[in-house]
């Protein structure tokens, strides 16, 4: 299903979907993109280089309540943890934070299904749109990825100018499309045209940096390399490349309360954190930044691989354009390319 939407049927678009739902869009605070509860939908900003976080916080919250407990003598009464009922749409949402949310899917269904996550994501609608302009630190293209791939979502937009390009990509999708087809057009031949020359005119700009088979192929052989030594030192091991990461899932879970009732939380961990493996008797296996450091790339290009054959890893580049130390995770994977033989 192609359609055609008027830039200015937007905003009626989205204040239909909005019955049902509750729109999750990117707006513009300050200088800085960020997704956002929306009612104003002229605040909506469908055209943006990156946001600075992706949305992944609407299906994986920073910190969420599990469950709260109360004593009774020795009756333990348990409350599960209840989501929100009303359905999230996210809209505007880039390619590659679209692809992580599948690489989430797999690890949360894993050998233990988070019921939490998946009422979430079940429960929520995903529109996304092509990356017109890549910001200087994207890698989509290296890591098997593009910016306009709209695999794992239900509706995608491409913006060609005056108009919305708009593509039908789940059963869901379609019938929201369908049950608002006053709003579209069908899209012709020369409309089809002009998107396949914007992904070409696009993909030029995100040229490949690095061949990720012969990463992924020297991962095993540079475990105990030196250049762990070289890369990791700039390192502060202040987390924020996790933070922002699309993928990263890291958690902790703490309890909160009295002898008499609490609550059980978890909140966002990273492997960047010097106390993230320290154990309760006082070691840690990963005191230092080259083994954390190291433990991250394994994790996204090695570990990942083994255990879901994907990478973990969507060249989104927010690692890199917010790192404060100046790390450049293309730098470390263009290393790791050439082999050990080039310590």
Request: charged share 35%; net charge negative; with cysteine.
């Amino acid at each position: 299903m192609e359609l055609i939407l008027k830039k200015e049927k937007l905003k009626e678009f989205l204040e239909q979907l909005s019955k049902n739902y509750e729109i999750i869009a990117p707006v513009k605070e300050g200088e800085l993109i960020n997704f956002k509860s929306v009612k104003d939908f002229t605040k909506v900003v469908m055209t943006y280089q990156k946001s600075i976080k992706s949305p992944k916080e609407f299906l994986f919250p920073q910190c969420e309540e599990l469950y709260k407990y109360k004593f009774s003598g020795k009756d333990v009464e348990i409350k599960p943890a209840e989501v929100e009922k009303k359905p999230k749409a996210i809209v505007g949402i880039h390619p590659c934070d679209a692809v992580a949310i599948k690489i989430l899917d797999k690890l949360f269904g894993w050998d233990y299904k988070d019921e939490l996550y998946f009422e979430r994501r079940n429960n929520t609608l995903l529109i996304s749109i092509t990356c017109n302009t890549p910001d200087w630190s994207c890698f989509c293209t290296s890591v098997e990825g593009t910016p306009y791939d709209a695999d794992g979502t239900d509706i995608h937009f491409t913006d060609t100018g005056e108009t919305y390009y708009i593509e039908g990509k789940s059963e869901k999708g379609k019938q929201i499309l369908q049950d608002n087809n006053n709003l579209f057009t069908e899209a012709k031949k020369e409309d089809k045209d002009k998107v396949e020359k914007i992904k070409k005119e696009i993909m030029e700009q995100v040229p490949v940096k690095f061949d990720i088979k012969k990463v992924t192929e020297n991962m095993d052989c540079i475990f105990d390399s030196k250049l762990w030594d070289r890369i990791s030192v700039k390192c502060i091991h202040c987390g924020a490349c996790a933070y922002l990461c699309p993928t990263c899932h890291c958690f902790d879970i703490n309890d909160e309360g009295n002898y008499e009732e609490g609550k059980r939380i978890r909140c966002w961990d990273a492997c960047m954190f010097g106390h993230f493996t320290k154990m309760a008797g006082g070691h840690n296996p990963r005191e230092d930044e080259k083994t954390r450091y190291r433990q991250r790339i394994f994790h996204k290009f090695n570990y990942y691989i083994k255990n879901f054959d994907t990478i973990s890893c969507v060249g989104c580049g927010r690692c890199i354009a917010e790192c404060p130390a100046g790390m450049d995770l293309v730098k470390t994977l263009q290393l790791i390319e050439k082999g050990a033989e080039h310590e």
